[in-house]
C-alpha cells in the first residue's frame, strides 16, 4: 500500500505540473489582456502590467508563477483588489462543496434503487420507464435540465425557489439538474450487473435456501455489483464539479464553480489558473479515494 501511495502521489504532482503548465500557455496565448479596456490609457496600462510583472517575458512570467505555485501561493487576482486566489477559493469552495456533496449522495443513492428496481422489473413497466429516463438523463445536458425545471416549477407553479442555497428547499433544483446525467449512467450500470447477478449460481442457492428476495438482492448480489459504481466515482467527481460550473451560474449560486466562469470573461489569469489547479487536485484525489476502496469492498482486490 505504501509504495502506491508513494507511486500515486509522484504521478498526481507530474499531472499537476502538465495541467499548470498547459493551462498558463494557452490562458496567454489568447490576444489581449486582463487589462486592455476602452477606459485605460496606455500609459495606464503600462504601469499595470509592470506592477503585475505583465511586462516580462512570458516564459519569465512562468517560471516565476511556478516558483509561488510551489510554495503554495496561487497568487492575487487581477479583478478582486485585496483578494489572493487561495482567499477566494477557501470562502467560494465549501458553498460548491454542499452542493457537490449533495448531488454525488443523490446520484449514488437513487441511481443504485433505480437500477436494481429496473433490474429486478426486468422488461416490465417499471424497467421500460427507468431506461426511458435513463437515456434521456444521459442525452440531455445539465444546463438544459436546469433550465426547465426553473421553468417549470419555480416560474410557472412557484412551489420551489431557484436563487442561491439558503434552505434546503433551495437545494433541490440544482441537485436534481446536477445529479440527473450520473443518476442515469449508475442506473444503467447498475441494472446491467445486477441483471448478471441475478442469474448467477450464488444467488439462486440463497432463493432456494429460502432467504426473502430482499436480502437476496441487496444483502448477496448488490456486494458484488457495486465496484463498477466505485469505479464511476471518480469520473462522476470531475461530471459534478465541471457540470456544477454552469449550474451555479444557472441558479445563482455564489460558489467556485460560478466564480471560476466569471474569471474568464474578466481574463483574471490568476483566478483562471488558481481554480483549474485546484479542481485538477480534487479529482485526482477523488481517484485515489476510489481505488483504496476498491481493496476495502474487496479484498481479493489488490492496489498496486
Not at 93 to 116: H, Q, R
Not at 287 to 297: A, F, G, K, R, S
Amino acid at each position: 500500500m505504501t509504495k502506491f501511495l508513494i507511486k500515486r502521489i509522484l504521478s498526481a504532482l507530474l499531472t499537476l505540473f502538465i495541467v499548470a503548465t498547459v493551462t498558463f500557455f494557452l490562458m496567454n496565448m489568447i490576444p489581449g489582456g486582463p487589462f486592455q479596456n476602452e477606459k485605460i490609457t496606455e500609459k495606464m496600462l503600462k504601469i499595470i502590467n509592470e506592477k503585475y510583472g505583465l511586462n516580462k517575458p512570458l516564459f519569465q512570467q512562468y517560471l516565476s508563477y511556478m516558483g509561488r505555485l510551489a510554495r503554495g501561493d496561487l497568487g492575487i487576482s487581477y479583478k478582486r483588489q485585496g483578494f489572493t486566489v487561495n482567499e477566494i477559493i477557501a470562502m467560494k469552495f465549501p458553498v460548491s462543496a454542499k452542493l457537490g456533496a449533495v448531488t454525488m449522495l443523490w446520484g449514488l443513492f437513487s441511481g443504485i434503487l433505480l437500477g436494481v428496481a429496473a433490474a429486478v422489473n426486468h422488461n416490465k413497466f417499471i424497467d421500460r420507464v427507468a431506461m426511458f429516463l435513463c437515456t434521456l438523463g444521459i442525452a440531455v445536458p445539465s444546463f438544459v435540465v436546469g433550465t426547465s425545471l426553473i421553468y417549470l416549477f419555480a416560474i410557472n407553479l412557484g412551489i420551489l425557489p431557484y436563487s442561491s442555497l439558503s434552505t434546503p428547499l433551495h437545494y433541490i433544483l440544482p441537485v436534481i439538474a446536477l445529479s440527473f446525467q450520473p443518476m442515469s449512467y449508475i442506473a444503467r450500470l447498475m441494472r446491467s450487473n445486477m441483471l448478471d447477478a441475478i442469474d448467477q449460481d450464488y444467488i439462486k442457492t440463497a432463493r432456494a435456501k429460502g432467504l426473502s428476495r430482499f436480502k437476496t438482492i441487496f444483502k448477496h448480489a448488490l456486494r458484488n455489483t457495486i465496484i463498477p459504481i466505485i469505479t464511476y466515482l471518480g469520473p462522476m467527481t470531475a461530471a459534478v464539479l465541471t457540470g456544477g460550473f454552469v449550474t451555479e451560474r444557472i441558479f445563482d449560486i455564489k460558489g467556485l464553480g460560478s466564480y471560476f466562469v466569471e474569471s474568464i470573461g474578466n481574463r483574471d489569469y490568476p483566478m483562471i489558473m488558481g481554480t483549474t489547479i485546484f479542481f485538477a487536485a480534487l479529482i485526482i484525489v477523488a481517484n485515489l479515494i476510489v481505488d483504496i476502496l476498491y481493496h476495502i469492498i474487496d479484498p481479493r482486490i489488490k492496489v498496486e
